[in-house]
């Protein structure tokens, strides 16, 4: 299993930014792709996150992000996206997107991610 984040970044305070996540080798029709950040001094916690199965596909949002995140998926490509608008200061953080292979619930923890991806870094100023 592959997971490659691009899109971070800095930017002002009220401006948007688009994460994506290309995965791979994945065998799996049914699992949870999710995005996860950290901000310096914090507990890494759940931002976002999207089923593959199941036709609209089930999502999760953690409350701060509601109305400003956005989690998507393109079944042809293989990539999740997480545009994210209306940004604050309080949004900056590495951004991880991980897979938990297969899916178990929406709601992730972290003890229920089986695989993590690199990071990329969101500054909001």
């Known amino acids: 299993v592959q997971l490659v984040e691009s899109g971070g970044g800095s930017v002002q305070a009220g401006g948007s930014l688009r994460l994506s996540c290309a995965t791979s080798?994945?065998?799996?029709?049914?699992?949870?792709v999710a995005w996860f950040r950290q901000a310096p001094g914090k507990e890494r916690e759940a931002v976002a996150a999207?089923?593959?199965?199941?036709?609209?596909?089930?999502?999760y949002y953690a409350d701060s992000v509601k109305g400003r995140f956005t989690i998507s998926r393109d079944g042809s490509k293989d990539t999740v996206y997480l545009p994210m608008n209306n940004l604050n200061v309080k949004d900056t953080a590495t951004y991880y997107c991980?897979?938990?292979?297969?899916?178990?619930?929406?709601?992730?923890?972290?003890?229920?991610?089986?695989?993590w991806g690199q990071g990329t870094q969101v500054t909001v100023s």
């Open positions: 999207i089923r593959t199965a199941g036709g609209n596909g089930v999502r």
């Open positions: 080798r994945i065998t799996y029709s049914n699992y949870c």
């Open positions: 991980v897979a938990s292979i297969p899916y178990r619930r929406i709601e992730l923890s972290k003890s229920e991610v089986t695989t």
